[in-house]
């Protein structure tokens, strides 16, 4: 959901910015931002709750023991990337072959 608003959101914007500071703006502007939530993220986000300063122990606690409930309810189904991207490179070539030749035989 995140990547699509930000698309949503950073096409026309990176337009304005584009028809009034130039091309080059856009990379400002989003490279000031990219920054500014790394480092919101480094200083707010952590890998566990028993990392977190900022919560009670309380609320710790019941956060861990419901990922504990969580991950024992879920089996992790793993995919061979390697194996699907080169089914994917595979019928590409193959799409991209055809169009070559047939672009050749009809003289284009």
């Not at 856009?26 to 977190?52: C, E, R």
Request: charged share 15%; hydrophobic share 45%.
């Amino acid at each position: 959901m995140g990547i699509q608003l930000g698309n949503i959101i950073a096409f026309p914007v990176s337009g304005v910015i584009c028809q009034y500071l130039g091309w080059s703006w856009v990379f400002y502007t989003f490279g000031v931002g990219g920054t500014i939530w790394f480092i919101f993220w480094t200083l707010y986000a952590f890998d566990k709750p028993s990392n977190n300063p900022r919560i009670s122990q309380k609320e710790r606690l019941y956060i861990e023991n419901s990922l504990r409930n969580e991950l024992t309810r879920k089996k992790v189904i793993y995919i061979n990337v390697k194996f699907c991207l080169s089914l994917e490179f595979t019928f590409l070539n193959n799409r991209m072959g055809n169009i070559i030749l047939h672009i050749v035989s009809a003289g284009l």
